[in-house]
């Protein structure tokens, strides 16, 4: 495919200084990291919930707020 798409895309942007075409030869076989694998799962990671606690105890009624 590279004689299909790198001549024609250069040659398209030939007059485009800010366009640079480049061919990438990555050929797959390494992991991506973004396809993730959904074989392998951590039983490390887990969510948690992070509010903080309510404070135990009971606590007594104030008159701050009293309505008359």
């Not at 800010?18 to 076989?29: E, H, K, Y």
């Not at 490390?44 to 104030?62: E, I, K, S, W, Y």
Request: hydrophobic share 30%.
């Amino acid at each position: 495919m590279e004689a299909e798409l790198l001549q024609p895309l250069a040659a398209a942007y030939r007059d485009n200084p800010d366009v640079c075409v480049i061919l990438d030869r990555r050929d797959g076989r390494l992991n991506d990291r973004r396809r993730g694998s959904a074989a392998v799962h951590d039983e490390r990671r887990q969510t948690r919930n992070r509010r903080r606690r309510r404070a135990l105890g009971t606590f007594p009624r104030t008159d701050a707020f009293a309505q008359d």
